[in-house]
């Protein structure tokens, strides 16, 4: 409805208007677009305000008009418009457009750290919002399975095995913990003992050679290929456990290597890079940004170079798509910046389509410990651990809910203070509280027997308030598409949950007078609550 009267206001003005939502006692929206046309046409506000809502008066799904102070216009709807406001989809703004969604991008060898389970929910998240608005998503996981990091583990396993012996991997049990403890004896030896940092650096070159010629046999390379499909297994069954969507693709650093290095050697010709040290670098700040290292000094692709690789790889799979989205920590956002701008002098296309979003470091409140290879980064166990321990009678659903709803609920941006008590309970601002919500409408709707959805009729004033608010479910989330924000959805919906209650409060629904009304109330409330939960990937229950 929202959309709809902006457009008969912009019919009527000739011009763009935004209508806002006041409160109940002022109206159903309100503009002071009067205000900003009164210099324009050089008349005082109120009296271009009272012309405005003279023509307005003329449209049959608006019941009252006034104006208010200097110039606001407050319009109150009918009852039939806003029952009928209900029935209304998400706008379909993105219909006929293909979007590229990578998220999750957790590194082989590595533990999949907080951040990595962030960007898992929140991309799972923003990927159904997109599909509600018409686009065709494609979900990609990006991961490391060359560098440093690989080196690092891979150094510390053959230290583990104490000799490059594959055959000893078949007595390592619990494999995604012995590969997390590896990385972090890796990291800490090449932060500490200079002979293991040059034994790791020869390791770094010779995975790349493993690569380079598809070498399945060696020792060394039998423990590589074992170990990252260990780590592959434990990322699709996390994915599995989040009920997430399934990915549509993983792309391995190692498969866009050969073409980001290529192209960047190439465009070294062109001018675009220059060598500094023996090192290939982007100027940057040549484009008011920062130099980095595309190729090192021993010949070695970088992240950066890897990157570039990606962006051509996408626009080559999936030409003209029409956005690609990534979504990373805020640490990346310079480096990006500095990646998009170097692919834009060659390949410009892919570099304008791609949107970069970023995230805060997720933290664990309440003192909880936290643990990693420096103590200062929760794993995505230790998160979804923690919130089992704060309620071991909850089912996995229920953990579920508490975890997803708590990361997403935050704007993104910012740092996240995760409180697993909080997150999990059943009061207040939490997935678990919603899905009691859920469960309470149903438990409700099946003591009054046959449902029919709310008719045209005449709403009474608590009815009348509820039935608008539900009318905002579409609204939100054309500006959760529109913001790339999906918390927006769990502030509607947490709202939505406590109108309801002031409802049920104050209005008997069994065996009053108005039952078959109030029952037509109660059923698009639960079907709202469903479809919003749904889109933020929680499962809302019958009962509870």
Known sequence: ?????????????????????????FGDFATNVAMQLAGQQGRPPREIAEDIANKLRQQPEITEVTVAGPGFINIHLSDTALIQALQAQPAQTLAGQTVLAEYSDPNPFKPLHAGHLYTTLVGDVLSRILEAAGAQVIRLNFGGDVGPHVAKSMWAIVQ???????????????????????????????????????????????????????????????????????????????????QVKPFDRFIPESEVTPLGLATVQKELQNGVFTESDG???????????????????????TYEAKDVG????????YPDFTESIIITANEQAEYMRVVL???????????????????????????V??????????????????????????????????????LTKNRMGGDIAYDPRESI?????????????????????????????????TLEPDERVLVAKLGQFTEVVDLSVQELMPHHICTYLYELAQEFNRFYERNRVVDDPR??????????????????????????????
């Open 310 to 317: 990606l962006s051509l790889t996408k626009w080559q799979d």
């Open 369 to 406: 410990k936290m643990s990693s290879r420096k103590g200062n980064v929760v794993t995505a166990l230790e998160l979804l651990e923690a919130a089992r321990q704060a309620a071991p009678e909850a089912s996995e659903e229920t953990i579920l809910a508490a975890v997803k709803y708590a």
């Open 279 to 301: 090192a290939v670098v982007f100027p940057g700040e040549k484009y008011g940004l920062h130099t980095r290292v595309f190729i090192n000094q021993q010949g070695l692709p």
């Open 425 to 457: 309970a059943l009061e207040g601002n939490s997935g678990p509280y919603l899905q009691y919500a859920h469960a309470r409408a149903r438990s409700i709707l099946a003591k009054l027997g046959g449902l029919q959805p709310l008719a045209e009729v």
């Open 341 to 367: 701008a170097a692919i834009k002098q060659f390949a410009p296309e892919p570099a304008e389509r791609t949107k970069h979003l970023t995230h805060g470091m997720v933290k664990l409140a309440g003192g």
């Open 160 to 242: 583990e095995l104490g000799a490059e012996d594959p055959s000893k991997l078949t007595e390592v049990e619990d494999r995604p913990r012995w590969l997390g403890e590896r990385y972090v004896e890796g990291n800490n030896a090449y932060e500490d003992n200079p002979e293991a940092q040059a034994e790791i650096k020869e390791y770094n070159r010779r995975i790349y050679e493993i690569q380079a010629t598809g070498d399945h046999e060696s020792p060394l390379a039998q423990i590589y290929w074992t170990c990252r499909q260990w780590s592959y297994d434990y990322f699709a069954e996390l994915y599995r456990q989040l």
């Open 1 to 25: 409805m929202k959309a709809k009267l902006e457009q008969i206001l912009a019919d009527v003005v000739g011009a763009p208007v935004s209508v806002t939502r006041p409160e109940p006692q």
């Open 515 to 544: 039952q078959v009304v109030r029952a037509g109330l109660v059923l698009a409330y639960a079907d709202t609550l469903r479809r919003g939960l749904d889109l933020l990937g929680i499962h809302a229950p019958e009962r509870m």
